[in-house]
């Protein structure tokens, strides 16, 4: 089955405590990237990869991290976590028009 | 002008009835648009997506494509309670633009 697996699906973290995101793809997909959503702004980008060892910036890259180092994993890194890194999180593959998006990982910065 | 724009609802409508949701946008290089379905607690899935105006029909569901007023619609036919979810209009080329999304309850 076609998956794009995060992890951990929930987090609760302290302000400042380094965090990473874990997002795995079985597509053989080239293009990743991560999304926060947010009540009344949507989805925005963060970050995206158009192949290994390749990455660049979305919408609102400030206060994170990626790496590309192999083909099915994109994770996401917090370097200090803050409250207003409080969000919904996606990671999503592309093909084409066709974006896959994982089941999304709710994290809390108190 | 934002470059998508989804009014943010929440739609209600009564089980059966045909539901419209509507994007308009404003770069004319965007070259497809598609819809995503969103249900709580989960990821966006993929309903249909279209290259050229017209109108494109799947099932119960028929997108629109208006590329000269730069407007797309999502009609769901005999809407079900299982319909109830947030869609959301997208559209690009290198870049996928999101619309906010269109809460959706289909009333029993």
């Known amino acids: 089955e076609a998956q794009v697996t995060q992890n951990p699906r929930y987090l609760i973290t302290v302000t400042g405590k380094k965090l990473t995101v874990t997002c795995s793809q079985n597509m053989n997909h080239e293009y990743m990237s991560w999304y926060r959503q947010d009540p009344g702004l949507g989805l925005r980008q963060i970050y995206y990869s158009m192949n290994v060892e390749v990455t660049d910036k979305g919408d609102v890259p400030e206060g994170y991290k990626v790496s590309r180092k192999e083909k099915r994993n994109f994770p996401l890194i917090l370097e200090s976590p803050s409250p207003n890194q409080t969000s919904l999180y996606f990671c999503a593959t592309r093909t084409g028009p066709e974006a896959f998006f994982g089941q999304g990982t709710r994290l809390t910065v108190v | 002008q934002k470059e998508v724009e989804q009014d943010p609802g929440p739609l209600s409508v009564p089980e059966g009835a045909i539901v419209s949701l509507n994007c308009t946008y404003s770069?004319?290089?965007?070259?497809?648009f598609m819809w995503y379905r969103q249900y709580s607690r989960k990821g966006p899935e993929l309903l249909m997506y279209?290259?050229?105006?017209g109108n494109k029909e799947d099932g119960r569901f028929t997108a629109q494509v208006d590329k000269s007023s730069k407007y797309i619609s999502l009609f769901i036919r005999d809407s079900q309670p299982s319909d109830s979810a947030t869609y959301l209009c997208?559209?690009?080329?290198?870049?996928?633009?999101f619309g906010k999304g269109t809460r959706l309850h289909i009333l029993p």
């Open positions: 997208a559209m690009g080329d290198d870049k996928i633009i």
């Open positions: 770069n004319s290089a965007f070259q497809y």
């Open positions: 279209t290259y050229s105006s």
